[in-house]
């Protein structure tokens, strides 16, 4: 494989990659600023919930729509790719707590975060290949 085929097949993890991280950033600011707007409003944890769940719908749909024009240039019908994207994600979150949640079992001593890391990590590079093969 030549350096240049190697770079421009590189190029879509790096922009996944770019599209996750501004996502996450998008769903903290939204999380910051829903939790600041609702505190006041309605008991913390309920706030607290009601900014998770909204900031997450938010993330995941400016992941979504950087995923599709940006990072995978996909033509697909949107209704077919935000279903599969959505699948692909809940299938993620289940994956990640599951997983989490089996190997706090397995090592009690070590903490859950430790645990977390290594696990969202590999799917992350799971997700990138599911969404380039299935859902764009």
């Given amino acids: 494989m030549t350096q240049t085929k190697a770079v421009a097949e590189t ?4 922009r996944f990659l770019a599209s996750s991280l501004s996502s996450s950033v998008v769903d903290l600011g939204a999380f910051a ?4 707007l609702l505190q006041d409003h ?11 769940i ?13 995923n599709y024009f940006l990072v995978f240039h996909s033509h697909t019908s949107h209704g077919r790719s935000a279903t ?7 299938l993620k979150t289940l994956c990640s707590g ?15 975060l ?23």
């Fill in 11 to 14: 190029r879509p993890f790096v």
């Fill in 33 to 36: 600023v829903l939790c600041a």
């Fill in 42 to 52: 309605m008991a913390e944890s309920v706030a607290i919930l009601a900014a998770t």
């Fill in 54 to 66: 909204a900031a997450r719908v938010l993330s995941s749909l400016c992941n979504y729509l950087l």
């Fill in 84 to 90: 599969l994207y959505t699948t692909v994600t809940v």
């Fill in 98 to 112: 599951v997983l989490v949640a089996a190997l706090a079992a397995v090592l009690p001593a070590v903490p859950e």
């Fill in 114 to 136: 430790f645990l977390k890391i290594p696990v969202d990590c590999t799917l992350f590079f799971a997700n990138y290949l599911a969404q380039k093969k299935f859902v764009y």
